[in-house]
């Protein structure tokens, strides 16, 4: 597949999350199926650093982890026939390395690991100023496409 990039309005298309909750401003570079990198570039207008915390604004840790989770929902969801499908968590595990603070640009890299049967594996890496800031190892679903795995209930046979 060709890889491509996806402008803040194009993204949507991919990203079913909307402002306030949107945490990715540009997709530079997605191969469906494979990877998505981008950005998100935070100003003093982000809704968290007024109170996260007053003397000393960062980007909480959680909105971080959405950012990585949200570039690789782009990286499944650009696969044919899965554009605009919701994804949720499945399992996350992250280590942060630094705070992230007003003015820095979020530089985000996630990959797909494995893709099957509705559930993704991936990884994701944030950087600001090329120093990592997070990562995660990641797994998501689109729940629509796992139900058709699971096993039936007794109410339903």
Known sequence: M?????????LQEYQPNRYPFLMIDHVDEVVPGKFAKGYKNLTM???YFPVHFPDGP???GALQLEALAQMLTVAITT?????????HALQHTVKYKREVKPGEKFEIE????????GICKG????????EIACEADMMITIPEI?????PKKKSEL
């Open 2 to 10: 060709e890889k491509f990039s996806l402008n803040c309005v194009e």
């Open 79 to 87: 696969l044919p026939g899965l554009k605009g499908k919701v994804t």
């Open 58 to 60: 960062n980007m909480p």
């Open 45 to 47: 207008n982000e809704w």
């Open 110 to 117: 996630t990959e797909v690991l494995s893709w099957k049967r």
């Open 123 to 130: 990884r994701g890496i944030a950087k600001v100023n090329g």
């Open 146 to 150: 796992l139900e058709q795995y699971l």
